[in-house]
């Protein structure tokens, strides 16, 4: 079946025969998704600012737009795929966000639709997400540094909050058990990134919303 992977992936590029290539595909073997997660992660380090053979403009656009979707279907099917289309996602963004990839955020479904994923989905591009913005902690302040936290915070603040209540009303709820494993580590993943938001400044949902945390 790997021998029909290239005609599977330019099927899945057209409207009409994508549904039935994205089933055919999930089909294939791992080790093949593998490889061409690993292959996705070499070619976006080694070509996307070179001046010798780069990625052409108008692919990096297509990239920007699939990447996203990418990183939460691996993060529902496979964790070992998932961290090399995270490893693509981070390498641009840390070129490309936020002046050539503002809707970063607005696309990644746990952000959009916070209550909608499963706790193991939503807790890996919780991470995710930590993982993009913890470097802020180090950074001195600059107008580059806070464009950049402004633009997160400008789409990202309102379901972050909303996924913060959620998850502190079902651990806080009486219950007869301890809580899941998944739902402590959401809130921890939770409070991390409240940390990345305000150790630059405190934002102003943040400080209206201060007592919450």
Same mark, same amino acid.
């Given at each position: *079946? /790997?021998?029909?992977? !290239?005609?599977?992936?330019?099927? /899945?590029?057209?409207?009409? +025969?994508?549904?039935?290539?994205?089933?055919?595909?999930?089909?294939?073997?791992?080790? $093949?998704?593998?490889?061409?997660? $690993? #292959?996705?992660?070499?070619?976006?380090?080694?070509?996307?600012?070179?001046?010798? =053979? !780069?990625?052409?403009? @108008?692919?990096?656009?297509?990239?920007?737009?699939?990447?996203? @979707? *990418?990183?939460?279907?691996?993060? &529902?099917?496979?964790?070992?795929?998932?961290?090399? $289309?995270?490893?693509? $996602?981070?390498?641009?963004?840390?070129?490309?966000? !936020?002046?050539?990839?503002?809707?970063?955020?607005?696309?990644? @479904?746990?952000?959009?639709?916070?209550?909608?994923?499963?706790? +193991?989905? =939503?807790?890996?591009?919780?991470?995710?997400?930590?993982?993009?913005? &913890?470097?802020?902690?180090?950074?001195?302040? /600059?107008?580059?540094?806070?464009?950049?936290?402004?633009?997160?915070? +400008?789409?990202?603040?309102?379901?972050?909050?909303?996924?913060?209540? =959620?998850?502190?009303?079902?651990?806080?709820?009486?219950? @007869?058990?301890?809580?899941?494993?998944?739902?402590?580590?959401?809130?921890?993943?939770?409070?991390?990134? #409240?940390?990345?938001?305000?150790?630059?400044?405190?934002? !102003?949902?943040?400080?209206?919303?201060?007592?919450?945390?």
């Amino acid at each position: *079946m /790997s021998s029909d992977l !290239p005609s599977l992936l330019l099927a /899945s590029l057209h409207p009409a +025969s994508r549904k039935q290539a994205e089933q055919s595909l999930g089909n294939q073997d791992g080790s $093949v998704c593998l490889s061409a997660g $690993v #292959y996705l992660k070499n070619v976006t380090k080694l070509r996307q600012e070179e001046d010798i =053979n !780069p990625i052409p403009a @108008p692919d990096k656009v297509e990239l920007r737009k699939a990447l996203v @979707p *990418m990183l939460h279907l691996s993060a &529902r099917d496979d964790k070992i795929i998932h961290a090399q $289309v995270t490893e693509s $996602v981070n390498l641009i963004a840390e070129l490309d966000f !936020p002046e050539r990839w503002p809707d970063l955020i607005d696309v990644s @479904p746990v952000f959009s639709n916070p209550t909608s994923s499963s706790r +193991s989905t =939503n807790n890996l591009l919780l991470t995710d997400g930590h993982d993009h913005e &913890r470097p802020w902690r180090a950074h001195f302040h /600059s107008d580059a540094l806070f464009s950049e936290i402004n633009c997160v915070l +400008s789409r990202f603040m309102d379901p972050f909050l909303q996924l913060f209540r =959620n998850t502190a009303g079902l651990l806080l709820a009486p219950a @007869p058990s301890a809580p899941a494993p998944a739902l402590v580590r959401q809130m921890t993943l939770l409070l991390e990134i #409240y940390y990345d938001f305000t150790c630059q400044d405190l934002p !102003p949902a943040i400080e209206d919303a201060h007592e919450e945390f």
